[in-house]
């Protein structure tokens, strides 16, 4: 390549982006009685992993995700993201405790990570949250999603 | 006997430490293959140890994202890989710093979509050319395969280096002996990233070594369709009537000998290279043998040495004019055919001498054969192969010298 590119540096604008794929979690929750079932759709994650928090008040009941995939400790609930697109999981306790889930992914091939739910509620009866990606750092939005729970109960006291 | 003991066991000891290392990352049975479940218990062992108060043993961060990769790219093995120079090499993680001697391997990297941020060092020539590499700007100057930095080479701290694979060897090995006598944990590969012949492979090779290979496939297929077209249209032409040609480097009267890149990239196009009789890769021929051999089409090529401008960074047509003028006004070349007939051609090295000489092999088909190819359009390959694979903002119709004439 000639030096002489650099002349036209003005003229030429650097697009060098690495193709864009969109990357999101989206928690949809269906609930009936005391029953929520959950569904994460995962956009853009072939590897990687959430971690659902589910209010105090409700009890795990069970997922479609493999079981050794899941894994399930207190409150929390551990998925490993192996191609799956989407995980199914349920949990009993009333119905507007859905909102209080709080969740976080990774993004093992990129590092990026973000928060499952960051637009909050939009619709009743089905709630769907997407998460938008960030700068690699897993952390930092497992706080944001705790901030979030804590934010969310504060507000309905 | 005792010390030929503990020497054996100093040897075992070392062997098991070395097998350790080469080990695929998070392979909890050793088994050599990674799979979904060891993968997935790691994981959840990453998760549980961060968020979840798990007191389990997790693996580092570093180790959860080579084992993603190794999953997800190589099957979950060890990818055993041999490079241009016949060397194979064995890794159990990615590469995540490499350095980068060749620009043509950049421009290769580049086109199947391989991230900026996996490079920690290029060359000079790179680092001069931030128009066609902006994103390599601010990275670490490695000098020249000629004249290596290697004081920079090392503070980089890399885990990979890529070097050319058939030219200036003996440089390469300096280098690659150096680097490796400061560091012996670097891989050491060797990419030309040019070559015609090797083209395909060495993408193949690249796209699964660096976890690209369905960009690579991507790449290939968008190269194949214009190098197939070429060679599916060329194929019924009988070699003796193919079109002669004279091709000349940036260098006047020196031309290209059988076996030279340019040699090969004529006969790609369909053409007959009047000089393919010759050892010597580039010749300088006589003035008097060209009239003799009286070419069809002359090629020029411009772009380096004596014969610097056009290409990117350059608009005015006004060089590759007077050049074609010169040409045409040589003594007693008013007799060649190729002049006669109006067909001498101008060609800028940055669109035939490097990874993007398909594109210097389209122009040159459309000018040996116009007939044959009256759909094939080099100017869109040249846009596409920068607009979708170098990912440049760069209009052709409003920027760049690269041919001249152009009929488009």
């Known amino acids: ?157 | 006997m005792t010390r030929k003991l503990l020497l054996l066991a100093c040897c075992i000891f070392l062997l098991a430490g070395s097998a350790a290392a080469e080990a695929v990352p998070c392979d909890r049975d050793g088994s050599g293959t990674l799979t979904a479940s060891e993968l997935a218990a790691a994981i959840l062992d990453s998760l549980d140890a961060r968020f979840m108060g798990g007191t389990v043993q997790a693996p580092s961060p570093d180790d959860l994202r080579d084992a993603a990769f190794v999953y997800e790219y190589w099957d979950g093995k060890a990818l055993t890989i041999t490079d241009s120079s016949g060397r194979t090499t064995t890794l159990t993680r990615p590469l995540k710093r490499i350095a980068v001697f060749n620009s043509d391997t950049v421009e290769m990297m580049r086109s199947i979509g391989v991230e900026p941020d996996r490079v920690v060092g290029v060359s000079k020539y790179t680092l001069d050319d931030p128009t066609y590499f902006p994103e390599y700007r601010g990275k670490a100057n490695l000098g020249s395969v000629w004249s290596p930095d290697y004081e920079q080479a090392a503070a980089v701290r890399p885990d990979a280096v890529f070097l050319y694979a058939t030219i200036s060897q003996s440089s390469c090995d300096d280098i690659e002996k150096t680097l490796a006598s400061i560091d012996p944990s670097i891989r050491f590969f060797r990419f030309d990233s040019y070559r015609p012949a090797a083209y395909a492979v060495e993408v193949r090779t690249m796209g699964l070594l660096l976890g690209k290979a369905e960009g690579a496939e991507r790449f290939l297929a968008f190269h194949g369709s214009v190098m197939d077209t070429v060679a599916e249209r060329i194929a019924s032409i009988p070699t003796d009537d193919r079109v002669p040609v004279y091709l000349e480097s940036w260098n006047d009267y020196k031309s290209a000998g059988k076996g030279s890149g340019y040699d090969e990239k004529i006969e790609l196009a369909g053409g007959r290279n009047i000089f393919s009789d010759t050892t010597i890769e580039y010749p300088t021929v006589d003035p008097e043998a060209v009239i003799s051999r009286n070419p069809d089409v002359i090629v020029k090529i411009v772009g380096a040495g004596e014969l610097v401008f056009g290409g990117y960074g350059d608009d005015d047509s006004s060089s590759f004019k007077a050049v074609h003028r010169a040409i045409e006004s040589r003594p007693v070349w008013d007799q060649i055919g190729a002049v006669r007939g109006g067909r001498v051609h101008i060609i800028h090295s940055d669109a035939i001498g490097g990874p993007e000489y398909f594109i210097g092999v389209a122009y040159m088909a459309t000018w040996f054969y116009p007939d044959l190819f009256p759909d094939l359009d080099p100017r869109a390959v040249h846009q596409q192969y920068l607009s979708e694979f170098q990912r440049l903002d760069y209009d052709l119709d409003e920027h760049g010298m690269f041919v001249y004439p152009y009929d488009g």
């Open chain 1, 1 to 157: 390549m000639a030096p002489k590119r650099a002349v036209l540096l003005c003229v030429l604008i650097f697009l060098f982006t690495a193709p864009v794929t969109a990357v999101s979690v989206e928690r949809t929750l269906t609930s009936s009685e005391n029953d929520l079932e959950v569904t994460l759709t995962v956009t853009g994650i072939p590897i990687g992993g959430i971690v659902e928090t589910i209010p105090d008040g409700c009890t795990w009941a069970g997922t479609d995700h493999p079981d050794d995939q899941t894994r399930v400790s207190g409150q929390n609930v551990a998925f490993a993201v192996i191609g799956e697109e989407a995980i199914r999981y349920r949990v009993q306790g009333p119905s507007e405790a859905g909102e209080e889930i709080a969740g976080t992914w990774e993004n093992l091939q990129t590092g990026e990570s973000g928060v499952v739910g960051s637009d909050g509620p939009k619709t009743s009866g089905e709630v769907a949250q997407t998460a938008t990606p960030t700068a690699p750092g897993f952390e930092w939005a497992a706080a944001l999603a705790a901030f979030a729970v804590v934010f969310g109960r504060r507000c309905r006291r």
